[in-house]
């Protein structure tokens, strides 16, 4: 298997994990936050959706940037759990339909990945002259790799919560523990 192939197969191990969980959760549970300071399962769906379809279908598919950032983590009810299911699945269509043309030859070329300047502000304090020209490019390996870190990192968080949420036998990463 090669390292694009594995990268797809990581990610679609998590996002079983992700709708795993959303299906054990009522409405309420996948918003529900902890603490004020804290995403709920329904935020970080969001997040990993949008940080998704910026890398891989805005990045390498070279399509326009239409994520906002920001509203990933403010949101609260915004979808329903099943619309969140419907998100992440057709964000991972579309990011399958454009990995699955990558090359090893194409590991290497340069991936430029934008940002809206609010999103890119907010993010962190930045000086007036990095918000000039708001992103990053890396190799598409690094977008690869870093995308799908991303991924499993939040999944876990998504796992936990919905462990600490439901109370159940049930499992959700597919091992025994």
């Given at each position: 298997m090669g390292y694009v192939?594995?990268?797809i197969r990581t990610m679609n191990t998590e996002l079983n994990r992700i709708l795993t969980c959303l299906d054990m959760l009522s409405e309420d549970q996948v918003w529900y936050r902890f603490k004020s300071n804290m995403n709920s399962i329904g935020n970080l769906c969001l997040h990993l959706a949008g940080n998704e379809y910026q890398h891989f279908v805005s990045g390498i598919g070279n399509n326009s940037n239409v994520r906002k950032r920001s509203m990933e983590f403010t949101?609260?009810?915004?979808?329903?759990?099943?619309?969140?299911?419907?998100?992440l699945t057709r964000t991972r269509n579309e990011s399958m339909s454009i990995l699955q043309n990558v090359k090893v030859g194409d590991l290497k070329n340069p991936?430029?990945?934008?940002?809206?300047?609010d999103d890119w502000t907010s993010m962190q304090d930045r000086s007036?002259?990095?918000?000039v020209d708001p992103g990053y490019t890396r190799d598409l390996q690094i977008i690869l790799y870093q995308v799908c870190e991303h991924y499993g990192y939040h999944t876990g968080q998504?796992?936990?919560l919905t462990k600490l949420i439901v109370d159940s036998s049930n499992s959700i990463s597919g091992y025994k523990h």
């Open positions: 192939e594995e990268i949101s609260d009810r915004l979808y329903s759990k099943n619309e969140l299911k419907e998100l991936i430029r990945v934008n940002y809206s300047v007036s002259e990095e918000a998504i796992v936990v």
